[in-house]
């Protein structure tokens, strides 16, 4: 079975810290992905990478990064945390024009 | 901008009775589309995928495709209250090897 896993499920930010989200999948997937979703929003991309060291924006990267080191950990990296930042953020893996898997999510509250 | 559209719902169905949903898509070059299940404050899990025009069964499921209407839609016969959840249809986009384009769900509703 594959597996994505999260670093944290709940997070409580203060306004300006920056923020650190993890993601890790074992099934050697080339693609991994970082979304948030919101209330009548659905999934929005933030980025994704289809390689270690390769990302590309999606459609709403303003106000984050990523970073992928490794093949199997995929980080979002929150600069300086704002409350619309608040949301539930969604990592997944996948190869090639093939299914995409989800982590369980991380449920970020800034204040 | 390439889109995926579903009916956000909510769709009430009774137990039992057969649940049908229904997505539209505007990438012709699409080759995979999926059909996810989301329960409230969970994440989605991947519950079908079609490749090819037709039926497919699994189980209590049924995806239908069909490319030249560029319709994608899930049956869900037997409804149970199991079944109450949000169901996003997902399409490969043809440009990219990586991205999949989410439609923004429809919640279904399945009432005693």
């Known amino acids: 079975d594959v597996k994505v896993t999260q670093s944290s499920r709940y997070l409580v930010k203060r306004t300006g810290e920056k923020v650190f989200l993890e993601c890790v999948q074992d099934?050697?997937?080339?693609?991994m992905f970082w979304y948030r979703q919101d209330p009548g929003l659905g999934l929005r991309l933030i980025y994704f990478?289809?390689?270690?060291?390769?990302?590309e924006k999606g459609d709403i990267p303003e106000g984050y990064s990523v970073s992928r080191e490794k093949k199997e950990r995929f980080s979002l990296i929150l600069e300086s945390a704002s409350t619309n930042q608040t949301s539930m953020y969604l990592c997944?893996?996948?190869?090639?024009?093939?299914?995409?898997?989800f982590g369980p999510g991380t449920r970020l509250l800034v204040l | 901008q390439k889109e995926v559209e579903q009916n956000s719902g909510p769709l009430s169905v009774p137990e039992g009775a057969i649940a049908s949903l229904n997505c539209t898509y505007s990438?012709?070059?699409?080759?995979?589309f999926f059909w996810y299940r989301q329960y409230s404050g969970k994440s989605p899990e991947l519950i079908m995928s079609?490749?090819?025009?037709g039926d497919k069964e699994d189980g209590r499921f049924t995806a239908q495709l069909n490319k030249a209407s560029q319709y994608v839609s899930l049956l869900i016969r037997d409804s149970q209250p199991s079944d109450s959840a949000t169901y996003l249809c997902a399409v490969t986009e043809y440009s990219s090897a990586s991205k999949i384009i989410f439609g923004s769900g429809t919640r279904l509703s399945i009432r005693p």
């Open positions: 990478s289809y390689d270690v060291k390769m990302k």
């Open positions: 997944a893996s996948s190869s090639p024009r093939s299914t995409q898997y």
């Open positions: 099934m050697d997937h080339e693609n």
């Open positions: 990438d012709r070059g699409s080759q995979s």
């Open positions: 079609i490749y090819s025009n």
